[in-house]
């Protein structure tokens, strides 16, 4: 099996959801006593979270490039960052690494076009959302990437930040969420959504809604199980 190199702490709370994933789908294909060899880092979310605010992305970079480097030289044979959002920076993340990254938006992606979907809604930060980073992989993939309105973008960016990265979860904030999917079902004509967050699977899940819903969390975690095990 190969070793999976972990980039987390954005934030530790989805860092630990890919932790329990990994490890109980690694248990499921090899069973006995097996779990996944890994290695993680995490960083200090609070110092990410205002250098991504302050429009200071390339002192992230750098912060998140020192991180590959240790998950490299601690021996993993490809790295998952366990953000959506960050993966904006990986041109920069990946300079002076040698070992692979598992891209978020690929295995997400794959996971779409598996189902035969094609019209998608995609939450998350401000960043994933509204930048071409995330959005582009999923349209080379054929896939057309439908994101909220602006005051449902801005409320998606700030229950991401105030509630769900620091743990609190608030029935009020899921009806909010749900409310938009169901809005843009009617209005955008979308055949299933991306919870474009590692933290938005925290909030709701396939089990809130009839159409596909694609946690990228999930999605990331068990296709690099896939990887390790290949």
């Known amino acids: ?28 294909h090899l069973g006995g006593q097996h ?8 960083v200090d979310f609070d110092t990410i979270e205002q250098l991504q605010h302050a429009d200071r992305w390339d002192e992230a970079a750098a912060i998140l490039r020192d991180a590959a480097q240790a998950l490299e030289r601690a021996g993993a044979d ?7 959002t960050m993966h904006k920076l990986l041109p920069q993340i990946r300079e002076g690494i040698t070992i692979p990254f598992h ?7 794959d996971a779409i076009k598996e189902q035969g979907l094609t019209r998608i809604g995609l939450l998350g930060t401000r960043f994933t959302m509204e930048e071409d980073f995330y959005k582009q992989i999923l349209i080379d993939n054929g896939i057309d990437v439908v994101i ?43 055949e299933g959504v991306i919870l474009g967050c590692t933290e938005i699977g ?3 899940s396939q089990e809130d809604l009839t159409l596909p819903v694609f946690d990228t969390t999930e999605i990331h975690a068990l296709s690099a199980v896939s990887e390790a095990l290949r």
């Not at 779990?35 to 995490?42: H, L, P």
């Not at 490809?78 to 959506?84: K, P, Q, R, S």
């Not at 891209?103 to 992606?109: K, N, S, V």
């Not at 960016?157 to 749900?178: D, F, M, P, R, W």
Request: proline share 1%.
């Open 1 to 28: 099996m190969k070793t999976i190199g972990i980039l987390g702490g954005m934030s530790w709370e989805s860092s630990a959801l890919y932790y329990k994933i990994i490890n109980e789908a690694t248990h499921a």
């Open 35 to 42: 779990n996944a060899r890994s290695v993680m880092v995490t």
């Open 78 to 84: 490809f790295i998952l960052i366990a953000t959506n």
């Open 103 to 109: 891209h978020i938006a690929q295995a997400t992606a």
């Open 148 to 190: 909220p309105k602006e005051s449902e973008r801005d409320l998606i960016h700030k229950v991401i930040y105030n509630e769900l990265c620091l743990g609190t979860i608030e029935n009020a904030s899921k009806e909010a969420y749900l409310d938009i999917i169901a809005r843009m079902v009617q209005d955008d004509n979308i």
């Open 202 to 204: 925290m909030l709701i």
